[in-house]
């Protein structure tokens, strides 16, 4: 199994645009997860889904973030418009094991200029 | 907030010694997990220990749980270099599958 995947990497953007993150978590994995980590906030989980469902977003910033997950094998976190302050690693975490054990991904480098 | 916290916020030591890292958390658990995060990489799973047990080992590492006392410590023995990481303890929710991470202890490992 590959693992949790996320693209891209990197990302490198202006203030206003429109950012889109993407996860695709492991095979046969019911729960999906979206944290964000700053130095200064540390690891902060925004939204998570069980079964494609979200669950409490109550961790989503402000009206500006957006998170869908259309499938089983794909979900995407938007950011329109981004900010300065949005910079920050973005990770996207699966789990689906009886105690809840999280796989994260690599994350995703958001940088706003 | 249920999120736990890490105690040492950092730690330095010489290869070879052993490293000890505290989690402290708030409400009841099911379960606790420990957590390793190299700079620049994902968190990965290291040790699960459930509420009814107090001890558990996994290779170099120790984990005990101390329910009364709503804290956990993690044990890492005769440390390495490649053990330089930071450690985050993460507690369930009662009926939810989401997790609440700590603060993490940043710990290097001195060659």
């Known amino acids: 199994d590959a693992g949790v995947i996320q693209s891209p990497r990197h990302e490198v953007t202006e203030m206003g645009q429109e950012v889109t993150l993407r996860c695709k978590p492991i095979s046969g994995h019911n729960s999906l997860f979206w944290y964000r980590q700053t130095m200064m906030r540390g690891l902060e989980l925004l939204i998570y889904f069980n079964n494609n469902v979200p669950i409490d977003d109550s961790g989503m910033p402000e009206d500006r973030f957006s998170a869908k997950m259309p499938n089983a094998s794909f979900s995407t976190l938007k950011i329109q418009p981004s900010e300065p302050r949005d910079s920050a690693v973005y990770f996207c975490?699966?789990?689906?094991?009886?105690?809840?054990?999280?796989?994260f991904g690599p994350g995703t480098r958001l940088t706003v200029l | 907030s249920q999120q736990g916290e890490e105690d040492p916020q950092a730690l330095s030591i010489q290869e070879g010694e052993n490293a000890t890292m505290n989690c402290s958390y708030k409400t009841s658990i099911n379960n606790l997990q420990w957590y390793r995060q190299n700079s620049g990489r994902g968190l990965v799973h290291l040790i699960l220990i459930r509420s009814n047990e107090r001890e558990k080992h996994s290779g170099r590492l120790r984990v005990t749980l101390d329910t009364s006392k709503k804290s956990s410590s993690l044990l890492i023995t005769a440390s390495r270099a490649a053990d330089t990481a930071s450690y985050f303890c993460a507690t369930d929710a009662a009926g939810a599958n989401n997790l609440f991470f700590g603060t993490g202890t940043r710990l290097t490992v001195i060659p």
């Open positions: 975490a699966s789990s689906g094991t009886r105690y809840n054990e999280q796989f």
